[in-house]
């Protein structure tokens, strides 16, 4: 086989693979699409609703959390303290 044979079928196996690709794409494509128009998005009101929920809970964790370390903490002080550390 001549390098011109070899690189012309090359070029072929190349030029499957692009297309190939560029078809998966496009189905892909579709696909996101129609999946896309199935989806039911929420209302403005149950974004709000649903976000003053996230931030409450990550308010509530943030002070239970400070509060545990600071229990630490000090239990930690008092062991050093009574060991005279």
């Known amino acids: 086989m001549s390098s011109d044979e070899s690189q012309s079928g090359t070029g072929s196996e190349v030029t499957k ?13 579709h696909d996101v699409r129609v999946e896309m128009k ?3 998005w929420p209302s403005r009101e149950d974004v709000v609703a649903t976000t003053w929920v996230v931030v ?3 308010a509530f ?5 400070w509060l ?4 630490v903490q000090r239990g930690v002080q008092y062991i050093f303290r009574i060991f005279g550390i």
Do not use: P, S, W
Request: aromatic letters at 10%.
């Open 68 to 71: 545990v370390d600071l229990g």
């Open 61 to 65: 964790f943030g002070v239970f959390l």
């Open 56 to 58: 409450a809970t990550v």
């Open 38 to 40: 199935q989806v039911t």
């Open 17 to 29: 693979k692009v297309t190939g690709t560029v078809a998966n794409a496009r189905e892909f494509l």
